[in-house]
Structure formats: C-alpha cells, structure tokens
C-alpha cells in the first residue's frame, strides 16, 4: 500500500488557470521530488527537494514552482496552465539512499 | 507537451516463457540501479534493485544483471504470468550527485495467453 498520496488523480482545466497538484507522503522522507511523464516516455525530474525550504529545479526545465514547508508535502504548482503542460506528473519520496516510492500521479489536461 | 508513446519497444512474450528486458545506461559513476514497472494509470512501482558492487541480484521470479564493462543491465523475468503486462523502466542513481535518479526509456511487455 503506498504511503505517497497525490490529488487530483485526474484534472482537465482551461488555459490560463492556476493550479496546484498535491503529494503528501506519511513515510517522513526527507527527499521528495516531480516527475513529468507523457504516456509511455521516460519519466523527466523537474523538481526536486532534500528537506524542509530546500527546493531545486531538475534536468527538465518547467514552468511549475514548488514548495517545501513541510517535511510531508510537496506541492507543485502551475501558475497559468497552458496545452503545453498537460502530461503525467508523478511525485516520490526517498530515504536515504534506498529506491524511490512512487505515487500514482496526476494526469493533467489543459484545454 | 503530450505524444504518444509510439516509440516504445515492445516485447511480446508467451505466458509461462521467460522474458529478459534490457537496458544501457550512460553514466559510468552511476552507483545504484533499479527497475520499475509501471501499469496503465499508475505510477511507476519499485521491483529490484542492484548496487554497483554487485553484477547480479535475484528476487521472486526477477533477476537483474549488471555488467559495468558495458554499461548494460537486464531484467530477466521467470515464468512471465499477464499480471507482468506492464512497461518497465531502468533508472540509475549517482548518491555522489544528489540521490536523483534518471530513467532510461521504458519497454512495453505485452504477455500473451
């Protein structure tokens, strides 16, 4: 049973809208990081954190912004959503140097 | 922006044959290895995993490889049963670069009655 939750599974918004995809995770992980993923690609690190105010930009450049005020969650947000940024976006968390626990993502269109 | 993953490898495999995935990665300082498999709508779920000092590791019908000579590893799957149907990613880790894993391309395993 994963103990990383990320809201809305599902989310279709108009252009120009400002959102934010939710991941909390329970396991008290100190690493967290965003995964972008379209169906069936490899998955690209966008965003990634290693603790509380720590915050980083990954290999894949994006336009979303994240936070970390909490050792629990991790949100990412969109400030004006565009076609462009409909994708798959997958949270994780990791401890220590052990593999990563996936949440089951949220799938984002942007009409 | 989305695309169809029409570029996405696919191996078809009889249920009860065994199935290998393979997979290269690029960086030789890379340290840790895992494979994942991801089913349609869910997010990428952990399988194995092998550390660099090791070249092979097994676990319930799953054995990876590692051969850093050629920077090449494998997932080799027993008995492939059609809950195996799935896509499944190799990513490597650099604990020296931060614990960021990167991801390889993924392969479809379509397992046929």
């Known amino acids: 049973e994963a103990d990383i939750y990320q809201t809305p599974r599902y989310l279709v918004i108009g252009t120009g809208k400002k959102i934010t995809l939710e991941c909390s995770q329970t396991?008290?992980?100190?690493?967290m990081y965003w995964y972008q993923q379209d169906p069936g690609m490899e998955l690209h690190l966008i965003h990634y954190?290693?603790?509380?105010?720590?915050?980083e930009k990954g290999d894949l450049s994006s336009e979303s912004t994240v936070s970390r005020i909490r050792t629990e969650h991790f949100p990412l947000t969109l400030e004006s959503a565009r076609p462009s940024h409909t994708s798959q976006y997958l949270c994780?968390?990791?401890?220590?140097?052990?593999?990563?626990?996936f949440g089951s993502g949220t799938r984002l269109t942007v009409v | 922006g989305e695309s169809v993953g029409l570029h996405l490898p696919t191996l078809s495999v009889q249920e009860g044959d065994n199935s290998i995935i393979n997979c290269a990665y690029s960086?030789?300082?890379?340290?840790?290895f895992i494979w994942y498999k991801q089913e349609s709508g869910k997010g990428p779920q952990f399988i194995i995993d092998?550390?660099?000092?090791?070249d092979k590791r097994q676990g319930q019908r799953v054995t990876v490889l590692l051969n850093k000579t050629v920077k090449h590893l494998s997932l080799q799957i027993a008995a492939t049963q059609p809950g195996d149907s799935a896509v499944y990613f190799c990513?490597?880790?650099?604990?020296?670069?931060?614990?960021?894993?990167?991801f390889g391309g993924g392969t479809r395993v379509l397992v046929k009655p």
């Open positions: 396991m008290g992980h100190d690493k």
């Open positions: 990513a490597e880790n650099i604990a020296a670069a931060g614990n960021k894993l990167t």
């Open positions: 994780a968390s990791m401890n220590r140097g052990d593999g990563y626990t």
């Open positions: 954190s290693y603790g509380v105010n720590s915050t």
């Open positions: 960086n030789s300082a890379s340290d840790y």
């Open positions: 092998i550390r660099s000092n090791m």
